[in-house]
């Protein structure tokens, strides 16, 4: 079982910059695929963005692309993502989660699910 806790969130302006940050609680041997996702009021949860375990692989949805940018830390099993240039209809409800197999940017692709972080981008 893995953990993963997010942090990060919070509010701000249209233009601003946020990192969220994910970390899996628990010790484990096993490297995944890490992701981020978000959902907004009324809304279905949507992929945002992917990386594989090595890193070297990364995948944007076209909303975030050339705004965001997800990287993997240090330590394993951890995340980030910049957060860039946010705009109002980022506001959601962000969620971390790792996978070991699949397509990455599907949602029921993943293992594990972080709690969720609360994004919100004022006008």
């Known amino acids: 079982q893995v953990h993963l806790v997010e942090s990060g969130g919070g509010l701000v302006q249209a233009g601003a910059s946020l990192i969220l940050s994910c970390a899996a609680s628990?010790?484990?041997?096993?490297?995944?695929?890490m992701g981020w996702f978000r959902q907004a009021p009324g809304k279905e949860r949507e992929f945002v963005a992917a990386?594989?375990?090595?890193?070297?692989?990364?995948y944007y949805a076209d909303s975030v692309k050339g705004r965001f940018t997800i990287s993997r830390g240090s330590a394993p099993n951890t995340v980030y993502l910049q957060m860039n240039s946010l705009k109002p209809e980022d506001t959601a409800v962000y969620y971390c989660?790792?996978?070991?197999?699949?397509?990455?940017?599907?949602?029921?692709?993943?293992?594990?699910w972080g709690q969720g972080t609360q994004v919100t981008v004022s006008s």
């Open positions: 628990d010790r484990t041997s096993s490297n995944y695929h």
């Open positions: 990386i594989t375990w090595k890193g070297g692989t990364v």
């Open positions: 989660a790792a996978a070991q197999f699949g397509e990455l940017t599907v949602a029921g692709e993943y293992d594990y």
